[in-house]
């Protein structure tokens, strides 16, 4: 579980991160970026889970928890786009 950055990587926000683009149906993961506030559980670090919509700036997330699909409403900053091969 992540619980610190790096020295030299403290505060540091990457932009090409801050502003990627996902399309509904994107598989993401949920990669928790540490300086900014991510609002829920740390147990979501590492989940998997489809990109459903877009609203304002972050995007609406379905994650299947156990056997139930719930649903995020998260920033991209916090998301990581998974290629299946």
């Not at 829920?40 to 056997?67: H, P």
Request: net charge positive; glycine share 8%; no cysteine.
């Amino acid at each position: 579980m992540l619980k610190r950055k790096k020295v030299r990587q403290r505060g540091k926000v990457s932009f090409t991160r801050y502003f990627t683009k996902f399309i509904p149906g994107d598989s993401v993961a949920v990669v928790r970026e540490l300086s900014i506030p991510f609002g829920y559980s740390n147990r979501m670090q590492g989940r998997t889970g489809k990109v459903l919509e877009k609203r304002g700036s972050a995007y609406y997330i379905a994650v299947k928890d156990m056997d139930k699909e719930k649903k995020y409403l998260l920033k991209p900053i916090h998301l990581k786009k998974i290629t299946l091969k």
